[in-house]
């Protein structure tokens, strides 16, 4: 759409120097854009504006220097306005709007798809939520825009790989295990003290009752004891490591089972206790050391962070030998990169925002570019039932799992709602709203604008109208406005999707949607797509396909389903 102008300005900017007219000692940025306000035409550009200093011309003088030599051979501008101080607008015509259906004809699903990645190896690491407890909502949020995050990219041509991250090492699966262990000694009548900072949901009692019928009999009999006694009466630090093992996994297997069933997956399951395993750890920091960037100070060991941008540095081992979360993340990002990405993404809760300077510290540190290393922040979900919001709060066990609102309102309704604002904006999350089959309700609103347009073609079907190739049908019956808006948001599909990939925006394709939708619904009651004059029922089933192409691949990439039948 843009890259036609884009030429024609060109040619204008050459014909203008031709005519030495204007010099263009060197082309300026053409910048082309959609305006605001719809009566300022198609696109306009500022070109004129950019020439301005090096020609020593007003912009509004450059600009009707460029109308005049501009070489439209294709025939696709209908007028031209200069507007302001020396904006050039452009109203293109009608026939160009629906030329674009061709476009999306031919290519079907691969409509939109572009090399704006160049085929750059990505890695999108999200959701690595602590295997001490189930998903909440918070967690979902985050699945979905990494999930939908990968498939634009792949979409847009870069070389994407999804990771989730398990934290599993350190204080938090201890506690985990030392809450595992009290409910377990509590339900055979052993009491052991509660730790203060445990674990309190109901799961957690769940996990030891599996740990007394399934785990406690190998436990023991590697610490040869005989029975629950026996294995009661050995200290905790021998016992604890087979009950944190039990309650990681159980917790990884239900995380594994909630991400299935909200439809995403993941190309690996990086565990943080291997960097350990492998030695990774020492090796960097080892590494640090030597370039002078790790020093010791106070009787704890530091990474000068503060050298690459952070506002101090930060304790990479305790003064009791601890690793800190710290060593394990320095370790880990060096092991993204020696495996190869190009660039990494990682998706945080919005309450790491302040981790973010100490991981670009770190990366330039490891030598290399900090901007390969780029952090999405994810707000809280402001998640409310009847009125009121229900607290999240893992340890105290009163929090509702991704799980649950899954099976209250659909995979769909949940991916799509998460995604209907900017991952760094707080979200309001309707439970009763998203159940509604009413316009209220935005996945429904979508989903059946593609279940409409699949009926029309079931209904054309029955009455014996086959669709043609569109190489043979005649698009200039679409001359209504109506039809006209819907050809331009069919051609704006492609640069969406570009901009959504390069801005990491997701959730544009949702605004996207619910604009398409509501333009589709709006023509649909006002106007007949099959009816008796065939020319003109061919060329508006043509118009429905190119909806239902972009409408089902929008809904592909945010991985919501494109249902043919509501």
């Not at 990002?333 to 925002?353: C, M, N, S, T, Y």
Request: charged share 30%.
């Amino acid at each position: 759409m843009k890259n036609a102008v884009v030429d024609i300005i060109r040619g204008a900017l050459e014909e203008s120097r031709r005519r030495e007219e204007l010099k263009v000692s060197a082309e300026p940025p053409i910048i082309v854009s959609v305006p605001r306000e719809e009566g300022h035409g198609d696109l306009a550009t500022t070109v004129a504006m950019a020439l301005a200093s090096s020609e020593k011309k007003k912009p509004r003088e450059i600009a009707e220097i460029l109308v005049r030599n501009i070489r439209d051979e294709a025939a696709i501008i209908e007028k031209t306005e200069i507007a302001g101080p020396g904006f050039i607008n452009f109203f293109l015509r009608s026939r160009y709007w629906t030329s674009v259906l061709r476009d999306a004809a031919e290519a079907g699903p691969e409509y939109g798809r572009s090399d704006a990645g160049r085929g750059e190896k990505v890695q999108v690491e999200f959701v690595s939520a602590n295997p001490t407890g189930p998903l909440h909502v918070g967690h979902g949020r985050g699945a979905a825009v990494g999930d939908a995050l990968a498939n634009l990219l792949s979409f847009a041509g870069y070389d994407v790989q999804r990771e989730f991250y398990i934290n599993d090492r350190g204080r938090q699966v201890r506690l985990l295990g030392e809450s595992v262990w009290a409910r377990a000694c509590e339900l055979e009548g052993t009491p052991y003290p509660f730790p203060e900072e445990g674990y309190k949901g109901a799961y957690v009692r769940d996990i030891a009752r599996s740990f007394v019928e399934e785990g406690m009999a190998g436990a023991a009999g590697r610490l040869g004891a005989k029975d629950w006694a026996g294995l009661a009466s050995r200290p905790l630090g021998d016992v604890l490591p087979f009950v944190v093992s039990f309650a990681k996994d159980s917790i990884l297997a239900e995380i594994r089972r909630d991400l299935d069933d909200f439809g995403v997956s993941f190309d690996d399951w990086f565990s943080e206790e291997s960097l350990y395993r492998d030695g990774k750890v020492d090796q960097v920091l080892a590494g640090l050391r030597v370039q002078g960037i790790m020093y010791d100070k106070d009787g704890a060991q530091w990474f000068a962070t503060s050298r690459f941008g952070d506002d101090k540095d930060r304790v990479v081992v305790k003064q009791d030998g601890e690793m800190t979360y710290f060593a394990s993340d320095i370790a880990y990002h060096e092991d993204k990169f020696l495996r190869g990405f190009d660039r990494v993404i990682d998706i945080w809760g919005a309450d790491h925002h302040g981790y973010i300077p100490r991981m670009k510290a770190v990366v330039q540190a490891l030598g290399h570019d900090p901007a390969k290393c780029e952090v999405l922040l994810v707000q809280l979900v402001n998640l409310l039932r009847e009125g009121q919001p229900v607290a999240m709060g893992k340890r105290e066990g009163e929090f509702v799992t991704l799980s649950e609102v899954v099976r209250e309102v659909g995979k769909d309704a949940a991916r799509y709602v998460f995604l209907t604002r900017r991952s760094d904006s707080h979200l309001d999350f309707d439970l009763e709203l998203v159940k509604k089959q009413s316009a209220e309700n935005p996945v429904y609103y979508v989903q059946y604008a593609y279940a409409r347009l699949c009926s029309l073609f079931r209904q054309a079907a029955e009455r014996g109208i086959a669709l043609p190739p569109i190489a043979d049908v005649d698009l200039s019956p679409l001359t209504l406005p109506e039809e006209v808006a819907l050809a331009k948001q069919i051609a704006a599909f492609p640069e969406m999707i570009e901009k959504a990939a390069l801005a990491r925006e997701p959730h544009r394709l949702t605004t996207y949607l619910q604009e398409i939708a509501g333009t589709l619904h709006a023509y649909y009651y006002k106007h007949r797509i099959i009816g008796d004059d065939l020319a003109l029922t061919h060329a508006r089933l043509h118009l429905m396909n190119g909806l239902k192409v972009v409408i089902g691949r929008a809904l592909g990439i945010l991985g919501v389903a494109a249902p043919e039948r509501m």
